[in-house]
């Protein structure tokens, strides 16, 4: 199923969104409540048109990232890529469940990069880890029925 032209459009809009939301600056207290905003994005559009968005998508966005960060180049691309590559694994699962389970598997999926990403951080000193980054995770689960529904209502309007 190919996209239409809008919704290609839609797709990186949200997309782009999505990484000016990730490296909006916030003070140093509140970074550990910030979404993984490109995670969800990656995820909703993985789950949505599989054939369309995937790994090349979190890769590409990752060195995105990257750049736009300072972080190691490749660091944010494997943490995505990851990301991308579960939510085109699981997406038949992911539509069959209801918005609360999806949430609940999402958390999981960003729980699971926020581990990758937390022991890349280690490998390169970035410090002790404690429990807390995964906070973004839950976050991001809570706010997944709001972000799919306004998603889906948003591509049936630009497809009707």
Request: net charge positive.
């Amino acid at each position: 199923m190919a996209f239409r032209p809008q919704t290609t459009l839609l797709c990186w809009l949200s997309l782009l969104l999505a990484l000016c939301l990730q490296v909006m600056p916030l003070p140093d207290v509140w970074l550990i409540w910030r979404p993984q905003w490109l995670g969800l994005m990656l995820v909703y559009w993985c789950i949505v048109s599989p054939q369309s968005v995937g790994v090349v998508h979190g890769f590409a966005f990752g060195l995105a990232l990257d750049v736009l960060q300072g972080a190691p180049l490749g660091h944010n691309a494997l943490v995505l890529s990851l990301t991308a590559f579960m939510g085109v694994l699981l997406y038949q699962r992911i539509r069959a469940y209801s918005l609360l389970q999806q949430a609940f598997l999402v958390i999981v999926v960003l729980g699971i990069a926020q581990l990758v990403d937390q022991w890349l951080r280690s490998i390169f000193g970035a410090g002790p880890v404690d429990l807390s980054f995964l906070l973004s995770a839950v976050i991001g689960g809570a706010l997944w029925p709001w972000l799919y529904t306004l998603l889906q209502m948003l591509r049936r309007r630009l497809t009707a």
